[in-house]
């Protein structure tokens, strides 16, 4: 490696400074402490291959250098600091000196400052406890206001006192806490005031929730106080609040209604009738409203005292909790909730009970209940300001009415009983006039008032047709007998019954009318009365009045007499003696209805004379009954008749009569003697009474001979009926010439000639035809008006000789079974097949004419 080394050529002097450069640099580098050695360690390493070598060799003679300049420095400073050395220890002796000296100084200073600084210390604790009871008083002096403020809070809070708690709380926010806020007390204080407030508002919203549970119980007796005071005074619940005093404008008005009624009876005592009138549940009409005597002690007695609304509820939680949320700025919140609720408790009212239809208290109630509620929302509307409006009070109400509308039109529709009706319409008439006099429109109960009288008047109707039925049942259908004077002016005072015939005839005598008719228009009357009652005191004319009574008397009359009429006519038990009673009845009551308008009239004091003034439709109602009357009559004649006829028991096949009339023909035509006879002996004490029994029995005469001659010949001409012989021909003509013998002696005078006759000249015409077997007269003169068999028809002659021919046919096969060959009857057989075929022809051809 030497050799190596000594044949390198020597390095040039520029590469020499340049390596010694790079080296330099490198040592300082290392020498400074804020580069790092990796990066400087790793050039040193990354140039040459041998470049460490000759690093290391610098790097010693740099220590070399580095180690001559320190020891020159030191030998530099070595005789410096070898005086310095020897300067200080000869300080050093001072120094102890020194030391010891001020150490004694020290010591006696302590002992002297010992008690100053006692003293000291002991003053300046006194200065602070000075200077911090000065503080603590100028705080307390803050504070105790504060304290004494909210103590006066717990104190209000405590008595309920809760608008002046919170006025309180706001001064202790706005100038008592704020100024020792900084205290952990107040601080405390600040963050109980909501909390606080929250609390008021929670218990005044109790008090408010209870007041309204209270109210919403007390609402019946409030509403009963109302409506009674009304009923008896015209007056009304006084708000002292507001001030409000009302007038009893409609109780004048009801007044004078009511003694418009009274003298209406007094008009009927004065013509000395003394039959109580209709009277509700007992009582007469004089008992205004229900209320009898005694309860006129009761009336006087509350009179004396007139109460406030505040008299019966206690008010005050509203007004408190009202203010309350006034002052927390929370009004408006209130207001809604009390309305909601109050909205709530209003429906709640307007529920019924399912029952209250049965009884007068159900409906009381529920008016008691409905009148509270408003007279309470009327006293809250005057006595606070906002709380409730105006609007608010309409909107309510109107909610309220349509309800109340359809309560009562659905209830009132299954009450059957009058009475209880009639007590339902002056619960009505109170209850509007009361929440009338409450600033509340009540039109709409008023019309429906008029539907309820409706209903009035169908239960009524109802009840009048039960009556109606136990007098017509109960009624003997003859005549009135009358002993005396005294009965005779009972029966006048209760029927307008006028005859000068009668009044002549001496005791005792017979009224031609029966029983029912006084009973029946004395009942009318009541009637009218009773429909009366419900008209009171709905603030209507007179005229108004006046048509009601006269539509509802109509009514009463067109349909329920009427009715009542026509089952009585139509009951099996009636017979033609009561048939002919009832129309003479029929006929005095028809008379009496110009006596039921002049009745009318002094009640209303409304002329008949005035335009649009309804009549009584009484005339066609008793006319209607007469006619069906008179048609029962026939037609129980008819019956008779025809159970007779169903007694015939003819021999069709006799070959001779028995030369006397059947015997249920016989017993028939004495029935009809006995019958007319009857007729003829009713009473006619007058000529209107004479000539209606005298019309009713021709008509009946004449009905019962036209329905014999009929029923008659239905028995010759039945289907069922095959053949009849000459001789059961002979015997039937037997029987009509009994008939005809019946008509021709007139049973019922009054008849023109022989016009009763007529209604066997059918009959007569076609026996005549067959016993004198006279046919070529028939068919010459068929056709003609003046043939002597124009009552016979073709149709009616052809079906009677089918039947003989064949009876004739049968008797001869009977009698001889060579008959067919005898002359006679082979030419009578001709002469019948020849009639047979012409008759036919007749026939066919009134057929193909029609």
């Given at each position: 490696?030497?050799?190596?080394?000594?044949?390198?050529?020597?390095?040039?002097?520029?590469?020499?400074?340049?390596?010694?450069?790079?080296?330099?640099?490198?040592?300082?580098?290392?020498?400074?402490?804020?580069?790092?050695?990796?990066?400087?360690?790793?050039?040193?390493?990354?140039?040459?291959?041998?470049?460490?070598?000759?690093?290391?060799?610098?790097?010693?003679?740099?220590?070399?250098?580095?180690?001559?300049?320190?020891?020159?420095?030191?030998?530099?400073?070595?005789?410096?600091?070898?005086?310095?050395?020897?300067?200080l220890l000869k300080v050093r002796a001072d120094a102890e000196k020194l030391m010891g000296q001020v150490t004694d100084t020290n010591q006696r200073l302590q002992e002297a400052g010992r008690e100053v600084t006692t003293q000291t210390e002991e003053v300046i604790r006194c200065r602070i406890q000075q200077r911090n009871m000065a503080t603590t008083v100028e705080k307390l002096q803050l504070c105790i206001p504060v304290l004494e403020m909210y103590s006066k809070l717990k104190e209000q809070l405590e008595f309920k006192r809760y608008y002046a708690a919170l006025k309180t709380m706001e001064q202790l926010e706005t100038f008592y806490i704020p100024r020792v806020s900084h205290y952990r007390f107040c601080q405390i204080m600040a963050e109980t005031l909501p909390k606080l407030r929250d609390e008021i508002k929670d218990v005044s919203m109790s008090d408010l929730k209870d007041f309204l549970e209270s109210i919403r119980k007390h609402s019946d007796k409030i509403g009963e106080t109302a409506m009674r005071q009304w009923a008896k005074t015209g007056t009304f619940l006084v708000s002292s609040t507001a001030g409000r005093t009302l007038l009893g404008d409609r109780s004048e008005e009801r007044a004078q209604q009511h003694r418009t009624f009274?003298?209406?009876?007094?008009?009927?005592?004065?013509?000395?009738?003394?039959?109580?009138?209709?009277?509700?549940?007992?009582?007469?009409?004089?008992?205004?409203?229900?209320?009898?005597?005694?309860?006129?002690?009761?009336?006087?007695?509350?009179?004396?005292?007139?109460?406030?609304?505040?008299?019966?509820?206690?008010?005050?939680?509203?007004?408190?909790?009202?203010?309350?949320?006034?002052?927390?700025?929370?009004?408006?919140?209130?207001?809604?909730?009390?309305?909601?609720?109050?909205?709530?408790?209003?429906?709640?009212?307007?529920?019924?009970?399912?029952?209250?239809?049965?009884?007068?208290?159900?409906?009381?109630?529920?008016?008691?209940?409905?009148?509270?509620?408003?007279?309470?929302?009327?006293?809250?509307?005057?006595?606070?300001?906002?709380?409730?409006?105006?609007?608010?009070?309409?909107?309510?109400?109107?909610?309220?009415?349509?309800?109340?509308?359809?309560?009562?039109?659905?209830?009132?529709?299954?009450?059957?009983?009058?009475?209880?009706?009639?007590?339902?319409?002056?619960?009505?008439?109170?209850?509007?006039?009361?929440?009338?006099?409450?600033?509340?429109?009540?039109?709409?109960?008023?019309?429906?008032?008029?539907?309820?009288?409706?209903?009035?008047?169908?239960?009524?109707?109802?009840?009048?047709?039960?009556?109606?039925?136990?007098?017509?049942?109960?009624?003997?259908?003859?005549?009135?007998?009358?002993?005396?004077?005294?009965?005779?002016?009972?029966?006048?005072?209760?029927?307008?019954?006028?005859?000068?015939?009668?009044?002549?005839?001496?005791?005792?005598?017979?009224?031609?009318?029966?029983?029912?008719?006084?009973?029946?228009?004395?009942?009318?009357?009541?009637?009218?009365?009773?429909?009366?009652?419900?008209?009171?005191?709905?603030?209507?004319?007179?005229?108004?009045?006046?048509?009601?009574?006269?539509?509802?008397?109509?009514?009463?009359?067109?349909?329920?007499?009427?009715?009542?009429?026509?089952?009585?006519?139509?009951?099996?038990?009636?017979?033609?003696?009561?048939?002919?009673?009832?129309?003479?009845?029929?006929?005095?009551?028809?008379?009496?209805?110009?006596?039921?308008?002049?009745?009318?009239?002094?009640?209303?004091?409304?002329?008949?004379?005035?335009?649009?003034?309804?009549?009584?439709?009484?005339?066609?109602?008793?006319?209607?009954?007469?006619?069906?009357?008179?048609?029962?009559?026939?037609?129980?004649?008819?019956?008779?008749?025809?159970?007779?006829?169903?007694?015939?028991?003819?021999?069709?096949?006799?070959?001779?009569?028995?030369?006397?009339?059947?015997?249920?023909?016989?017993?028939?035509?004495?029935?009809?003697?006995?019958?007319?006879?009857?007729?003829?002996?009713?009473?006619?004490?007058?000529?209107?009474?004479?000539?209606?029994?005298?019309?009713?029995?021709?008509?009946?005469?004449?009905?019962?001979?036209?329905?014999?001659?009929?029923?008659?010949?239905?028995?010759?001409?039945?289907?069922?009926?095959?053949?009849?012989?000459?001789?059961?021909?002979?015997?039937?003509?037997?029987?009509?010439?009994?008939?005809?013998?019946?008509?021709?002696?007139?049973?019922?005078?009054?008849?023109?000639?022989?016009?009763?006759?007529?209604?066997?000249?059918?009959?007569?015409?076609?026996?005549?035809?067959?016993?004198?077997?006279?046919?070529?007269?028939?068919?010459?003169?068929?056709?003609?008006?003046?043939?002597?068999?124009?009552?016979?028809?073709?149709?009616?002659?052809?079906?009677?000789?089918?039947?003989?021919?064949?009876?004739?046919?049968?008797?001869?096969?009977?009698?001889?079974?060579?008959?067919?060959?005898?002359?006679?009857?082979?030419?009578?057989?001709?002469?019948?097949?020849?009639?047979?075929?012409?008759?036919?022809?007749?026939?066919?051809?009134?057929?193909?004419?029609?």
């Amino acid at each position: 490696m030497e050799n190596k080394a000594m044949k390198a050529l020597p390095d040039p002097p520029e590469e020499d400074d340049r390596e010694e450069k790079v080296y330099g640099n490198v040592l300082a580098e290392l020498e400074s402490v804020d580069l790092p050695l990796g990066t400087t360690l790793r050039s040193v390493y990354d140039d040459q291959p041998n470049a460490h070598k000759r690093f290391m060799e610098k790097l010693d003679a740099r220590i070399r250098n580095h180690d001559r300049e320190i020891e020159k420095m030191c030998n530099f400073h070595h005789q410096g600091f070898v005086d310095a050395i020897t300067e200080l220890l000869k300080v050093r002796a001072d120094a102890e000196k020194l030391m010891g000296q001020v150490t004694d100084t020290n010591q006696r200073l302590q002992e002297a400052g010992r008690e100053v600084t006692t003293q000291t210390e002991e003053v300046i604790r006194c200065r602070i406890q000075q200077r911090n009871m000065a503080t603590t008083v100028e705080k307390l002096q803050l504070c105790i206001p504060v304290l004494e403020m909210y103590s006066k809070l717990k104190e209000q809070l405590e008595f309920k006192r809760y608008y002046a708690a919170l006025k309180t709380m706001e001064q202790l926010e706005t100038f008592y806490i704020p100024r020792v806020s900084h205290y952990r007390f107040c601080q405390i204080m600040a963050e109980t005031l909501p909390k606080l407030r929250d609390e008021i508002k929670d218990v005044s919203m109790s008090d408010l929730k209870d007041f309204l549970e209270s109210i919403r119980k007390h609402s019946d007796k409030i509403g009963e106080t109302a409506m009674r005071q009304w009923a008896k005074t015209g007056t009304f619940l006084v708000s002292s609040t507001a001030g409000r005093t009302l007038l009893g404008d409609r109780s004048e008005e009801r007044a004078q209604q009511h003694r418009t009624f009274i003298s209406a009876m007094q008009k009927q005592t004065s013509l000395g009738c003394t039959k109580p009138l209709y009277s509700l549940n007992g009582r007469t009409p004089t008992q205004h409203n229900g209320h009898d005597g005694e309860e006129g002690t009761e009336e006087e007695e509350a009179e004396e005292e007139v109460l406030t609304a505040h008299d019966l509820v206690d008010f005050s939680p509203v007004y408190r909790c009202l203010h309350i949320y006034t002052v927390l700025g929370d009004r408006e919140t209130f207001e809604n909730y009390y309305r909601k609720q109050r909205k709530k408790q209003a429906r709640l009212v307007l529920q019924p009970q399912s029952n209250m239809h049965e009884t007068v208290e159900g409906y009381r109630k529920y008016f008691n209940q409905i009148v509270g509620f408003f007279v309470v929302e009327d006293h809250i509307l005057h006595a606070t300001q906002g709380l409730v409006t105006r609007a608010f009070t309409d909107e309510l109400w109107n909610m309220a009415l349509s309800k109340i509308i359809a309560v009562l039109r659905t209830h009132s529709s299954y009450c059957d009983d009058p009475d209880l009706v009639l007590e339902l319409k002056n619960m009505i008439v109170i209850f509007a006039d009361t929440l009338q006099g409450y600033g509340f429109t009540v039109n709409r109960l008023f019309d429906l008032l008029f539907e309820i009288r409706d209903q009035y008047n169908e239960t009524l109707l109802k009840k009048w047709a039960s009556v109606f039925r136990e007098i017509f049942e109960q009624d003997n259908y003859s005549p009135i007998p009358v002993e005396t004077e005294e009965e005779y002016k009972s029966i006048v005072c209760r029927f307008p019954f006028h005859d000068a015939d009668i009044e002549k005839q001496p005791f005792p005598k017979k009224l031609p009318m029966s029983h029912s008719v006084p009973q029946i228009y004395t009942q009318v009357k009541e009637f009218i009365y009773a429909s009366l009652k419900f008209s009171e005191s709905l603030h209507r004319s007179s005229t108004e009045i006046d048509d009601m009574l006269r539509k509802s008397t109509n009514l009463l009359l067109t349909r329920t007499l009427s009715g009542c009429l026509q089952n009585l006519i139509k009951k099996p038990h009636i017979g033609l003696t009561e048939l002919v009673q009832i129309i003479i009845n029929t006929t005095h009551l028809e008379q009496a209805c110009k006596y039921l308008e002049e009745f009318i009239t002094n009640i209303t004091n409304v002329s008949p004379e005035t335009i649009h003034t309804t009549r009584l439709y009484g005339l066609a109602t008793f006319k209607d009954a007469r006619h069906a009357a008179e048609g029962e009559i026939y037609t129980k004649l008819n019956q008779k008749i025809d159970e007779f006829i169903q007694l015939a028991d003819y021999e069709w096949g006799m070959s001779e009569s028995d030369g006397r009339a059947s015997g249920y023909l016989m017993d028939l035509i004495n029935f009809l003697r006995s019958t007319f006879q009857v007729f003829t002996h009713l009473p006619n004490n007058n000529n209107d009474h004479a000539a209606m029994s005298g019309k009713v029995a021709q008509t009946a005469c004449m009905s019962a001979c036209k329905h014999l001659a009929s029923s008659l010949m239905q028995m010759l001409l039945d289907p069922d009926l095959k053949q009849i012989s000459l001789g059961a021909i002979q015997q039937f003509n037997l029987d009509v010439i009994q008939c005809e013998l019946f008509a021709s002696s007139e049973p019922v005078p009054g008849f023109q000639g022989d016009t009763l006759q007529l209604a066997f000249i059918d009959l007569r015409q076609l026996l005549d035809l067959f016993m004198v077997w006279d046919w070529s007269t028939y068919l010459a003169d068929y056709g003609q008006p003046s043939s002597k068999y124009l009552r016979v028809n073709p149709s009616t002659a052809l079906a009677l000789l089918e039947k003989v021919n064949r009876g004739m046919k049968d008797t001869s096969k009977k009698n001889n079974i060579f008959s067919q060959f005898r002359k006679n009857d082979r030419d009578k057989q001709r002469l019948i097949e020849t009639v047979v075929k012409q008759l036919r022809s007749l026939v066919n051809g009134m057929s193909q004419h029609s």
